[in-house]
């Protein structure tokens, strides 16, 4: 399972790297607008810290336009992944973007035929958004099931990335469920890596260390 961290701040991206979690970064244009920084420099940094798929947005509504924004992003780094938003539009962009072998991840996607549509146009990539669909009120994880059976059943090569992820056990259900790759906010990963058990174990453990006789 690989683990991408879902920020655009560089900090918590070094701090993740630095720990050897992270497999990829996502972001989108919530996330940018966030660091207050200017975009291109931005997505270079991020780039340059991890050696690994960088999903960035494009933000055209009419294919032609997305894909010429698509060109225009994918030449800031090797590593860029091209989102590109789960419509109409957007799967003529993925058709196109594919043939001339630029990476995409479908976004904004909510329902398993969504997601079938987006393995059909070749997206490398398709992102359920989980915890957006949890706050309406349908189990987000149960879309995931879904779409992990379809694409199994035809053998689709589309990445499920398990998108919108909010707490330790999503990530959790996603690695039960087999999700190639959870994409995940630096504080989720915080708490995947902590336990009350373990806190209390390593004190009392120095506390008796300090009681042993050392020559
Ligand atoms: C994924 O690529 C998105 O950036 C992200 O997971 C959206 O999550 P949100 O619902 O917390 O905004």
Redesign the pocket.
């Known amino acids: 399972m690989k683990f991408f961290i879902?920020t655009a701040n560089v900090e918590e991206i070094r701090k993740a790297h630095d720990m050897g979690l992270i497999d990829g970064v996502?972001?989108?244009p919530?996330?940018i607008s966030k660091e207050g920084r200017d975009f291109r420099p931005l997505v270079s940094e991020i780039c340059e810290i991890v050696d690994g798929p960088v999903?960035v947005e494009a933000v055209s509504a009419k294919s032609e336009d997305l894909v010429a924004e698509a060109r225009t992003l994918s030449e800031i780094h090797e590593n860029i992944v091209v989102?590109i938003p789960m419509t109409f539009e957007g799967l003529r962009a993925v058709r196109i973007l594919t043939s001339e072998g630029i990476a995409t991840?479908v976004?904004l996607i909510f329902s398993p035929t969504q997601a079938l549509l987006a393995a059909k146009a070749g997206a490398t990539y398709a992102?359920p958004?989980i915890?957006?669909l949890d706050d309406v009120s349908h189990v987000g994880m149960d879309l995931v099931e879904q779409i992990i059976a379809i694409y199994d059943n035809y053998d689709f090569n589309t990445l499920v990335?398990v998108?919108?992820?909010?707490n330790p056990i999503h990530v959790l259900e996603a690695a039960l469920m087999g999700a190639d790759i959870a994409?995940i906010?630096y504080t989720v990963l915080e708490q995947l890596a902590k336990h009350p058990l373990t806190d209390v174990g390593v004190e009392r453990f120095l506390d008796d260390w300090k009681k042993i006789p050392k020559k």
């Open positions: 879902d996502t972001t989108n919530t996330l999903s989102k991840n976004t992102s958004f915890g957006r990335i998108a919108s992820i909010r994409t906010p």
